[in-house]
């Protein structure tokens, strides 16, 4: 059964600090990785997706890297910002045909100005 | 419109009530997933509908969860008999029909169940 575990559950730094969030999984044939934020009382934001075949994907100060092999993923944040503190979610896609998320429990990240 | 929305973003429920979410996804989108998110927790899948078809409900926790999408595109999420246990947020997701199927999601009903 894939689980999903995310290191820290959360993170306290100051404003411009460079971060990394840690996602792993324990099985290795994933379709696809995606990282979501969520900021309180609100639904979930796509921030990057990675497909199997790739090995990271860059948006802005925000660049996420997937190891298929050794099931793991990191979500690195540039130059952090109070605007990006929130929740980061990392789901794995466990099927072809793309069907249900599996999600780990979240990094709750705060950024203090 | 432009994303998922869903309705109502609030509801309680006094226990025994039964519920009912919306859910519109993106339109176009042939897939379309129910998640349900406990406080502090990641979602965890409840059912997965591709178009009208329900292919997958083996997340639904009891026979008191019902789900529909009968014309493929608007979906409803029922819940009968509601217990506090099914105090959570609700999350809708829908997904196009080809590429990478990136799934995007609604802003979720968040259910108090007293």
């Known amino acids: 059964k894939q689980e999903v575990t995310q290191i820290p559950a959360a993170l306290s730094v100051p404003e411009g600090e460079n971060l990394v969030l840690n996602c792993s999984f324990t099985d290795s044939a994933i379709y696809n990785l995606q990282w979501f934020r969520q900021d309180p009382g609100k639904g979930l934001t796509s921030l990057l997706l990675?497909?199997?075949?790739?090995r990271e994907q860059t948006s802005g100060r925000l660049n996420a890297s997937l190891d298929k092999s050794s099931g793991r993923s990191t979500l690195y944040i540039a130059a952090s910002q109070p605007g990006d503190s929130a929740t980061y979610l990392c789901?794995?896609?466990?099927?072809?045909?793309?069907?249900?998320?599996?999600f780990g429990k979240g990094t709750t990240l705060s950024v203090s100005s | 419109g432009a994303g998922v929305s869903q309705s109502p973003r609030y509801k309680v429920a006094k226990r025994g009530q039964d519920v009912a979410l919306r859910c519109d996804p993106i339109s176009g989108h042939v897939s379309l997933f129910w998640y349900q998110q406990a406080l502090g927790q990641g979602p965890e899948f409840l059912t997965y509908?591709?178009?009208?078809?329900?292919?997958?409900k083996s997340g639904l926790p009891s026979d008191r969860f019902f789900a529909e999408r009968p014309e493929g595109s608007v979906s409803t999420l029922k819940i009968q008999r509601t217990q506090q246990e099914d105090s959570a947020v609700y999350l809708c997701?829908?997904?196009?029909?080809?590429?990478?199927?990136?799934?995007?999601f609604g802003p979720g009903t968040r259910l108090t169940v007293t």
């Open positions: 789901a794995v896609d466990p099927h072809q045909a793309g069907t249900a998320l599996i």
């Open positions: 997701a829908s997904s196009g029909a080809g590429g990478p199927k990136e799934q995007y």
């Open positions: 509908f591709q178009n009208e078809a329900q292919l997958d």
């Open positions: 990675i497909q199997s075949s790739q």
